[in-house]
């Protein structure tokens, strides 16, 4: 074989190889700051539960807040992002959390919330009409509201609720992702059939959220989760000592002590 020829052969099959070596090091990254993200959404802790907007955590900062239907799993999703068995209070009795609950993640300016479900029939209807009033407040007036993370029981999509909060939202630029919940209870195929319908369909009424499969159960989909809530809540990664910037003044050194005595 000619040398030219091989020495350009030799440089094709080089190029895949860096190729790979480049998409390597962008998902190192990437992985780094899920895995950061994680351990600061492990440092949750509760903060307050509001029975209305008027006496809420200070409206400052970034906040996130679970909504969806009762049952969807909201509470128990909290409890596997933070990594803490009983950080929100899950049950399987419909309509377990009943007020605005707030927890801070690593500071009290980045928040996440846990909504009482809506649509659960079981509960006195002027009671339920005091928690519409007080989350339609709260979703309305909050300032530091980034977004919804919306669950949906994969069994039972987009239940006409469901489709209410997302026209609404969409209506008010809020942004949205979806999970949808006990992906353990199907298989995969049939859960990655009912993911691409739902995608359909919200394609179709023209909602462009984005959307997971996601279990507490067996933790599938919570990488991604994580990774959506800290670029939400604006998390960056700490920075290294070697990253730490040089301080503005020099600290003392023990001969300028002796000196000033
Ligand atoms: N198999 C399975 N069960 C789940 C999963 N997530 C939640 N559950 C169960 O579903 C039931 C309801 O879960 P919760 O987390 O309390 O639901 P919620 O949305 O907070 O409900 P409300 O507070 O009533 O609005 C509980 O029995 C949970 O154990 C999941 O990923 N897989
Ligand atoms: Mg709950």
Redesign the pocket.
Known sequence: MHKYQKSKDTKAKLAPKQKISYEKKTSDATSLYTAQALNWLRQAEFLMSAPKLSICVEDTGYEIAFA?R????????INTLTNQKQLAR???R????QMINFFSLGNPNQRLV?L??YG?AAVPEDMKLLWQKELENYLIHRESLQGLIL?MDIRHPLQHFDRMMLEWAHSRNLFVHILL?????LNRGPANKVLLEVQKELKQSKLNFSIQL????DKQGLAELAGVMAGRLNFTLPLTDQEQPEPAIPSASPRDEQHDS
């Open positions: 969806g009762s049952n969807a799993g909201k509470s128990s999703a899950a049950s399987k419909p309509g377990r959390t846990d009482p479900g659960y669950l919940t006990k992906a353990d209870k996601f279990s507490s159960l």
